[in-house]
């Protein structure tokens, strides 16, 4: 069965969301997977519009969850 790429997230969107979540800071996950924090905050960007949602909170001191997050 073929994957539809229009229902399901990129693996590197979900590898840097997953990152990013665990480390609390998009400079932390950037540091861990070898990438700029600026490519790490396209890919969230990216996978947020994607699934039309917000999946962080943005705060000076790093990332929060949303509920959906």
Do not use: H, W
Request: charged residues 20%; glycine residues 4%; hydrophobic residues 40%.
């Amino acid at each position: 069965m073929p994957i539809n790429n229009r229902t399901i997230p990129s693996l590197s969107s979900l590898i840097v969301f997953e990152a990013s979540a665990r480390l609390g800071t998009l400079t932390s996950a950037a540091d861990e997977l070898c990438v700029s924090p600026t490519a790490v905050s396209k890919q969230i960007k990216q996978l947020e519009a994607f699934l039309n949602t917000q999946l962080f909170i943005r705060k000076k001191t790093g990332l929060e969850l949303t509920k959906k997050g």
